[in-house]
Every structure is written in C-alpha cells, then in structure tokens.
C-alpha cells in the first residue's frame, strides 16, 4: 500500500481500541496480539520498523544459557518453551543452530556439559538437539577455523537463529493483514488523557517524517513500547523531560557485532567462548554468509539513533577473537559493524555499571495519566510479553476483557511454503517464503542489483514492506549493510532510482552513503547500521 493511502487510512477510523506506539518487536507482537482478539488497532513508528534494537540483535533465538548461571530457571524455562513457538511460527525466517564450546582444560567438557544438560531438561519437548561431549576430533570438524592449540575437545547444544528484521515485516505484516493500520516515519510528539461523558479516551499527535503534517489520531488505550526510549515518551506525558522522573524504567546497555568472512570460522556451527580473559562471554556465529563476532554488554545513557562502539569494545571483540580463531582478525578485516541498544529493566537503586546482572525480564507499568509502558524483555519472548501487556490493559480497564492465545498457533505472513531454509548462505529468495512468487511478479525479477537483491525486491520492498528508503532497503528488508557496508553503498544508488520511480519522496541517498562509511571500519571507530 502506498504511503499516501496508509495516511488516509490513519484518520479513517474517529477511535482506535489500542494504539501502539514502537514499532519493534515488542509493540508489533503487541498489535498482532491485540487485533487477532478483536481489536481496532494503530500502531505508530517514529523511524522504520526495527530500526532500533530490534534490528540490531546478535540474531540469537535462545532461552539464555548464562541465565543458568543466575539460576533464573524460570525465565530460561519460559524463553526455551517460546523459541520453539518462533520456529514454528516464521521456518522462512528462523532455524535450530549448533554451538560448540571449545575446551583448553580437562575440567571445562564436563563443567558445561552438566549446566547444558539441565538447559536439555528446561526444553523438554521444546528441545532442539541433545548436548554432547565432542572429541579434539569433532571439535575441529565442527569448527574448522578454532584454535588448535592445546584443544581437548568441546561441548555441543543447540539453540535457535533468525533474520531479525525481517521477522519484524513478517509481524507487522500480519498485523495489517488481521486489520491493524501500521505507520512508520510517524513521530507521537504529544499525548493527552481525554475525558468526556462518553469514555475516557487518549488523542496522540502524529507528526509525519516527511511532510511534517501533524495529525491526530485518538484511541481508548495506549501502550509504549518504544525500547530503550520509553521514559522519553513517559516524560512528555507527564510534561517533564526523562531526567526528571522519579523512576526511571531503562539502564540501556550496548552490544557492539563485528561482521567478517565466514572463512575464519569455515562450517555452519556457531561458536562460543563461556568466558574471554575478562570474564564475559564471546560468539562466532555463521549468518546470512557472513561471520559475527560479538557481543559487549557497556552501559550507556545517552541514546542516539545510530550508536557507535567504543574503542575498547572493538579492541575486546578483536583481540578475543584473534585468540579464539585459528588467524588472528584484524580490523582490515571487518565488513561491518552494528551496535543495538539493550533496554534492560532499571532497579529501584541502581548502582554505576555492571549491565550484565540487571534483568532481561520485561516490566510493565501504568502511569498516572493511564499510559501503559512495557521495556525489558528479549526477541526470543516477544509473544509472551505481548500477552502480558494486554492481561494488564484488562485488569486497568483500559480494555475489555478478551480471550487470547492466538499468536501461539497464528503463522506468520510467508510460512508454510515447507521447505528447508538455511541463515548460514547469502540471503536469497527463500527469505521471502510462500511469497517468493510475489516477488518475482514484480517488475526487475532478473535485474541483480549486488548481493542477491533485484530490482523486484526492492519494488516489493516499497509496494508490501512500508520501505521508504534506501537505508530500510539495504539494512533491514535486505542485510546488506549488516553483511558489507562497502557493497550496501556500492548498490544504494541503484536503490535510490528504483525508490523514486516507485513515488518515495526521499530515499535520502546521502545519508545512507554516510552510514555506509561509518559501518565500515577503517582509521576510524565504526558506526551501528
């Protein structure tokens, strides 16, 4: 659907059931949830659709082997229990992935075998594979490019992979095609608690990024699910500015992902360091092609849009790698780098540092005014969390009470075509699913632009996936970026024709090339895609 004819669509509605606003994964599983039961949703983001965190993940569906080591067997036994149902849900974007942990010392196989065992039990059904003790042998057969010195053997357990950013068009996606009106580049500058004698109510102001029309949608209930930036839209409904709050619900942490050649690593099995010379833990993980490096869990308080590494961040990720790598990897060598802001649940009295002991567990809160605000959380328990935004919009009476449970069988837009899928190759068609056909109806369906995107996909992308520029081309409905920012700029001129044929008012070419430069490394720290 054209933009123009989304904007109308806005306003054609005098009042919402639910408006949602962030379009991540949090907020979207929010609004499928909520118009699978019935409801009239509206769901407003102020960039694209997860361009923030949600894009920007280390690709992981995992019930968190080191939760073990917190003995939250709970939350491990919920988020095991909810990566299966996402495997089920998106086959086309999501699949099981074997780990190794490589073992220098006789103690460590059987160490984590134990813990990882007991991650076995926690799945139960839900299991994806056994754990096993490997030999020196099947270690270096499952990762070619670790470490040979001293090596023993390693630990093999499985846990899930996905494409994040495309699971979040495929959620946003079923959304609108269940009813729910989606709106990305839709800034919620204001929202006020209306009262009348009929029902109380809530009018939001929406601001459009390229017009800069204001327009005012009204709703009964509202949810903010905008990430780490949650306490910037609870301020403004409070007329104060974040500093201001009494409690603040985020302590944002960083986590910085460096891409190169799967060639270091060779094979299709991910790798995991349990613990570098510093004490925190270290992935190789094959996707989409490519190597990831990562990941580095630094506090921050500042929240820009487009976040950069640290030096030190870089230097940890570099160096550890280099050790736990057959070459060392230098910073010649990286592709890309991105950087996703964790909204990790702030507690009461926090103290300076330590991101790595706060909870991942979501939080939802209602505010003075009736705004409701969830943070916290992972991608792998988007559903649940969603679930548990709408339990307490009933118990607020915000909402009538409906019966849910729906996501758990509801497959996502694109599944079901059966096939087998891999995230380890270079992205392909497969990406799309059953839509694939649609795809290639498009005009340009033989016309490759760089890294297996034609000229048809980027027309879909316009047409079916809200994209409206280069960047939500290159970065999210295609990983370029992500995978080789020297090629993503390479082919985003190219992009930028197809987009303004297609009626896009600004593919905003130049900043894209910008972000380019930044993404990759060269003299200087590199910039998050």
């Known amino acids: 659907m054209k933009r123009a004819a989304l904007l109308e669509s806005l306003s054609r509605q005098s009042v919402y059931d639910l408006a949602v606003v962030g ?30 965190t949600s894009s920007r993940s280390t690709k992981l569906l995992h019930g968190g082997v080191r939760y073990l080591a917190q003995g939250n067997l709970s939350l491990v036994r919920e988020a095991l229990a909810e990566r299966g149902t996402v495997l089920r849900l998106a086959p086309h974007l999501a699949q099981p992935l074997s780990f190794v942990m490589p073992a220098y010392h006789w103690w460590q196989s059987p160490f984590y075998g134990i813990g990882l065992k007991l991650y076995d039990l926690l799945a139960g059904a839900a299991g994806l594979g056994r754990t096993e003790l490997l030999s020196r042998e099947r270690t270096l057969a499952s990762l070619p490019g670790v470490n040979p010195q001293n090596l023993l053997g390693g630990v093999r357990y499985w846990d899930g992979q996905f494409d994040d950013a495309r699971l979040v068009l495929a959620l946003g996606r079923t959304a609108e095609a269940a009813g729910a009106v989606l709106m990305n580049y839709s800034k919620v500058t204001a929202v006020r608690r209306q009262a009348d004698s009929a029902a109380a109510r809530f009018e939001l102001d929406v601001r459009d990024h390229f017009s800069g029309e204001v327009r005012t949608v009204a709703a009964r209930c509202v949810v903010n699910a905008t990430g780490v930036w949650v306490d910037e839209l609870r301020a403004a409904t409070q007329g104060q500015v974040p500093q201001t709050l009494v409690h603040r619900m985020v302590s944002p942490s960083q986590g910085v992902h460096v891409v190169v050649d799967q060639t270091f690593l060779g094979g299709d099995t991910a790798l995991l360091v349990p613990k570098t010379r510093d004490g925190r833990v270290l992935f190789a993980v094959p996707w989409l092609g490519k190597l990831v490096l990562g990941t580095t869990d630094t506090p921050r ?99 009538p009470r409906k019966p849910g449970g729906l996501t758990e069988h509801h497959a996502l837009l694109g599944a079901g075509s059966g096939q087998p899928i891999s995230l380890h190759v270079a992205p392909g068609l497969h990406l799309y699913g059953t839509e694939a056909q649609r795809v290639t109806a498009c005009p340009g369906a033989e016309t490759e632009l760089g890294m297996g995107l034609t000229e048809a996909m980027v027309r879909f992308a316009v047409r079916e996936e809200f994209a409206q520029t280069v960047e939500d081309v290159l970065a999210r409905r295609w990983r370029s970026l992500f995978l080789d920012a020297a090629a993503a700029a ?5 992009v930028a024709s197809i987009l303004l044929d297609e009626g896009c008012a600004n593919p905003e070419l130049d900043a894209f090339l910008s972000l380019c430069r930044r993404s990759k490394l060269s003299s200087a720290v590199g910039c998050a895609s």
């Open 490 to 494: 390479a082919m985003a001129p190219s």
């Open 301 to 399: 308080q500042d929240l820009p849009r487009d976040p950069e590494p640290f030096q030190e961040e870089l230097d940890f990720i570099l160096s550890e790698a280099s050790l736990a790598l057959n070459r060392p990897v230098g910073r010649e060598d990286v592709r890309s780098v991105w950087v996703g802001l964790r909204p990790l649940v702030a507690p009461a009295r926090q103290a300076e540092g330590a991101t790595k002991t706060l909870s991942r567990e979501h939080t939802i809160v209602t505010g003075p005014n009736g705004l409701v605000t969830v943070t916290g959380g992972k991608w792998t328990t988007y559903r649940a969390m969603a679930e548990d935004v709408l339990e307490r919009c009933f118990d607020e009476r915000l909402l």
């Open 23 to 52: 379009g991540g994964a949090t907020g979207l599983g929010v609004a499928l949830d909520a118009v699978l039961r019935g409801f009239s949703v509206v769901l407003l983001e102020s960039h694209d659709f997860g361009s923030g």
